[in-house]
Nanobody
Framework: QVQLGESGGGLVQAGGSLRLSCAASGRSLSTYGMAWFRQAPGKEREFVAAISWSGDNTYYQDSVKGRFTISRDNTKTTMYLQMNSLKPEDTAVYYC?????????????????WGQGTQVTVSS
């Protein structure tokens, strides 16, 4: 069973940047599709970005396009989310997830492995 762990969250001012990392243990992620989701207080979990197993295909929620970049390093079994031009509405707990089909998708139900989340807070 793959286990995921996020890091890199924190408090940043609006307009600032953060880089989240998602590391895997127990199994290589090189064939898995992966994604980032987030959940703000009082709101449902929402899709942020996804990447296919090869890294050739990436997908983004419209509100983060042009500001966030998802990437992966399969040799290190690590995935990243570079977040630039952060806004207060980006404040949430960010979760990474992995799915076996390898495609990367916005559908949370496709993901069988989840991390415990890392808090991102953007002050205005």
């Amino acid at each position: 069973q793959v286990q995921l762990g996020e890091s890199g969250g924190g408090l940043v001012q609006a307009g600032g940047s953060l880089r989240l990392s998602c590391a895997a243990s127990g199994r290589s992620l090189s064939t898995y599709g992966m994604a980032w989701f987030r959940q703000a207080p009082g709101k449902e979990r929402e899709f942020v970005a996804a990447i296919s197993w090869s890294g050739d295909n990436t997908y983004y929620q419209d509100s983060v396009k042009g500001r966030f970049t998802i990437s992966r390093d399969n040799t290190k079994t690590t995935m990243y989310l570079q977040m630039n031009s952060l806004k207060p509405e980006d404040t949430a707990v960010y979760y990474c997830a992995a799915e076996r089909m390898g495609w990367g998708t916005h559908q949370a139900a496709r993901y069988g492995a989840w991390g415990q989340g890392t808090q991102v807070t953007v002050s205005s």
